[in-house]
């Protein structure tokens, strides 16, 4: 709500003042003097008190509004706003040096609760100033080293490259299996389009694969009648930290000799059947975009099997220079580095890696302690041989876009930021082409798909603000009533 509808002059009646106060629907109005300063505020309790004293409805505002307001300056910080808030002081007047109202605070607006925020306050600090006070903050540096190190060890694999996103990770992988022009790639329909989008980079076709209705990614059964005598890799993406049924893509993998691309962008942290994702395929990526698990800002990591595709995507990532004769490009490589003072952060996040799956685990558990009461909603997925890492809380309403939308302007303003599931690939004008079989599955679960505030900061207030703000608008949505 902008500030101009919620503020009325001085010389109004106090019927056009209630008219506006019914209008705004937060239970009170800024009143401006002739020169547009703040002059009063007036509340629904203000002109119920007027009333009784012998007010009527022709009245000027100017004798009933309240003189003695609490106000502050434009700019303040959120500390000291929130800090403001009492029982009686619920929305504050933020005025310029000249006293006009230009802003104003209510405890939703100023906490609003993000979906996925990073939580930096472990040695984050301490590691990047160290960075700065040694000038290592290009991308040599030991921080790169002790991240690709922490890596190799947590997923179980030899190889690791620290990069400069998620998308790229994807893109080195592929160029460095050989895969191209004349390739095909099974991926997911319902993924975030970056991994599509680095298939394509290759020149090599995407085929766009249907999800399990169950665990919402591909599986041996959806990529089976994809498969074609130009099939070169799988690509599992571990979507929203829920991991692919493996078992099944590697037996088909090795059936067809096929090489598996695992993209884990979304999945740090989970486990299938015990063992860490990322250590099936013969390639796996990482993200560490600000909204995931752990953060770099912008990162990623590719880890390989085979240590001759590791050795290639080492040239590859850094210009195709060879590492013995500077100068001296022995390929068509690539700037994909990742800078030290990144990598510094990675190595401060990934000491609480374990702390972070276990708070993501302990929010599901908690969203998903509301959503079971109401009738008709589905739950994010856990396979009985999947440790959900639960990256982007996501859940499935029972109906489609309109329903999602109202519950997205219901949370909304509630001061909650919501998601809506990725679009199924195939809608998009970019990848109609990429269609070879039935997508319907991905197509229903991307209209109902919802997302949750996930942020591994969500205090136990703000996870109980999320839990009433379903109560309160999910069930007329879905047409239900809380069990
Ligand atoms: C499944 C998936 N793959 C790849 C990426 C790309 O990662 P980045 O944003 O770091 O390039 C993302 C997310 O951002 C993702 O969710």
Redesign the pocket.
């Known amino acids: 709500m902008e500030v101009k509808q919620i503020t009325i002059s001085q010389n109004v009646t106090l019927k056009e003042a209630m008219e506006a106060l019914n209008r705004v629907a937060l239970g009170i109005i800024f009143i401006n003097d002739s020169d547009g300063k703040l002059s009063g505020v007036l509340s629904d309790g203000d002109i119920r008190r007027s009333f009784l004293r012998g007010s009527v409805l022709g009245d000027l505002v100017s004798t009933v509004m309240n003189r003695t307001f609490f106000s502050l300056p434009v700019g303040t910080d959120n500390e000291k706003i929130i800090a403001s808030f009492t029982e009686q002081i619920k929305i504050i007047p933020l005025l310029d040096v000249e006293g006009r109202v230009v802003d104003f605070a209510t405890n939703k607006k100023i906490r609003q609760i993000p979906v996925a925020a990073p939580q930096l306050d472990g040695n984050e600090l301490a590691y990047v100033t160290d960075c700065i006070k040694t000038s290592w903050i290009s991308s040599q540096g030991k921080y790169v080293r002790e991240f690709e190190n922490i890596f190799k060890e947590r997923i179980q694999l030899p190889n690791a490259l620290a990069v400069s996103?998620?998308?790229?990770?994807?893109h080195l992988a592929l160029v460095a299996l050989g895969i191209g022009k004349g390739d095909e790639v099974i991926v997911p329909n319902l993924?975030?389009a970056?991994?599509v989008n680095?298939i394509i980079y290759t020149g090599a076709t995407p085929v766009l694969a249907d999800v399990d209705p169950m665990n919402w990614n591909l599986s041996a059964e959806t990529i089976r009648p994809l498969l074609s005598e130009k099939t070169k890799a799988i690509m599992p993406?571990?979507?929203y930290g829920h991991p692919c049924d493996m078992d099944g893509i590697l037996d088909l993998a090795k059936e067809k000799n096929l090489f598996v691309v695992e993209?884990c962008?979304?999945a740090l942290g989970s486990l299938y059947k015990g063992k860490p994702i990322g250590s099936f395929g013969d390639v796996s990526?990482f993200?560490?975009?600000g909204?995931?698990t752990i953060t770099t800002g912008?990162?990623?990591m590719v880890l390989f099997q085979d240590s001759a595709i590791a050795e290639k995507a080492s040239l590859l990532r850094d210009h195709g220079m060879s590492k013995e004769k500077r100068y001296w490009h022995v390929e068509v490589g690539f700037n994909y580095r990742m800078t030290n003072l990144q990598a510094a952060l990675g190595v401060a996040q990934m000491e609480r890696l374990d702390q972070f799956v276990t708070k993501k685990r302990e929010i599901a558990e908690y969203y998903n302690s509301i959503l079971k009461e109401i009738p008709g909603i589905t739950l994010p997925p856990e396979e009985r041989w999947a440790w959900n890492s639960y990256w982007l809380y996501t859940f499935l309403l029972p109906l489609g876009d309109e329903e999602r939308s109202r519950l997205t302007n219901g949370m909304n303003q509630d001061g909650i930021e919501t998601r809506p599931i990725f679009f199924p690939i195939h809608e998009m004008p970019p990848y109609k082409n990429y269609v070879r079989g039935d997508l319907s599955v991905s197509k229903t679960i991307s209209r109902r798909g919802f997302s949750l505030p996930s942020s591994v900061n969500l205090t136990d207030e703000d996870r109980q603000r999320v839990g009433e703000s379903l109560i309160r608008h999910l069930p007329s949505i879905v047409g239900s009533s809380v069990k």
């Open positions: 996103n998620g998308t790229v990770a994807l993924t975030f970056a991994s680095a993406v571990h979507l993209d962008a979304e990526t993200s560490f975009f909204n995931k912008e990162g990623g």
